[in-house]
């Protein structure tokens, strides 16, 4: 397999799995191609996390996640100094953090201040971290991929420009289209079995053989007794609603969006479940 097929190849098993983000999925591997560093924005929930999961997966490499929170500190990132007693002495051993890998997802980076932004500078640079005096290398292949929420959102820190420059590119991820939304929807794929009617909670549904209950949702919800029954349903197993209901429940979603009656992320995030 040349090297353009193999590409191509990383595309579509990563498009297998992530839904509506094509354009995100190509710049993932123009970075990779470029061996630079991306910064991928977006609010909650439009797949950031998963997009990078599903690229270390697909190239069989060490992938190490690192959670950004406001009390991180520097050495848990690069790793720090331990003692040890050896022989009735007193050593030091280097202890690697998480930035040792090959694909390092740096999730919501902006979440902590900038001293501990400041410990990828060297890394994503040099690609080496210096400890104690000791400079140690980074794997050939060495790739970060941050994600980060608007600045808008509460809790979150400005990336200073020193750490920007280490970016090769900053990506925006937007909603997808409505034909993808629905498809996100859709998580059990059609021809799992045979449909056989049965009751649940009172409610008229049909259950797939192995594939978990399908809905019928053109019945209202008479009683109390029969919402908490659903609830409990669609808890445990997959629920599959038409495309025709589908697409009114996206709707519902951007309206409620564009009217201001929301804050926050209301569509469906764009992975295959």
């Keep these: 397999m040349n090297p353009k097929e193999a590409m191509s190849t990383l595309r579509t098993q990563m498009e297998s799995s992530i839904i509506g983000q094509r ?40 992938m190490r996640r690192i959670q950004f929170t406001p009390d991180l500190l520097p050495s ?30 740096a999730d919501e980076i902006n979440r902590a201040p900038a001293k501990v932004q400041a410990a990828l500078l060297e890394a994503m640079e040099e690609r080496q971290i210096t400890v ?17 929420n608007p600045i808008e959102q509460e809790g979150t820190y400005p990336l200073p420009e020193a750490q920007l420059d280490r970016f090769l590119m900053k990506v925006l991820v937007d909603y997808p289209d409505t034909e993808s939304e629905i498809g996100v929807l ?29 809905v019928c949702f053109a019945d209202h919800f008479k009683t109390a007794c029969a919402l908490e029954n659903m609830a409990q349903t669609v ?13 009114h429940v996206c709707s519902s979603c951007v309206c409620a969006a564009c009217a201001g009656m929301v804050t926050v992320n209301t569509k469906p995030s764009p992975c295959a479940v």
């Design 132 to 148: 104690g005096g000791t400079t140690h290398k980074m794997p050939d292949l060495f790739i970060v991929m941050a994600t980060q």
């Design 76 to 105: 848990d990132i690069t790793g720090t100094e331990v003692l040890h007693q050896q022989g009735g002495q007193n050593v030091f051993q280097f202890q690697p953090g998480p930035i040792f890998g090959n694909v390092i997802l």
């Design 186 to 214: 859709h998580p059990v794929a059609a021809g799992h079995g045979q449909v056989e009617h049965q009751h649940v909670g009172g409610l008229r549904a049909n259950q797939r053989d192995g594939a978990g209950a399908v």
């Design 23 to 62: 354009d995100l999925i190509r710049q993932m591997v123009v970075g990779l191609l470029a061996n630079g560093h991306l910064l991928l924005e977006s609010l909650p929930g439009l797949a950031k996390t998963r997009a990078v999961k599903s690229m270390a997966r697909n190239l069989d490499t060490q």
């Design 235 to 247: 808890a445990h197993q997959r629920v599959v609603v038409g495309d025709q209901h589908a697409g």
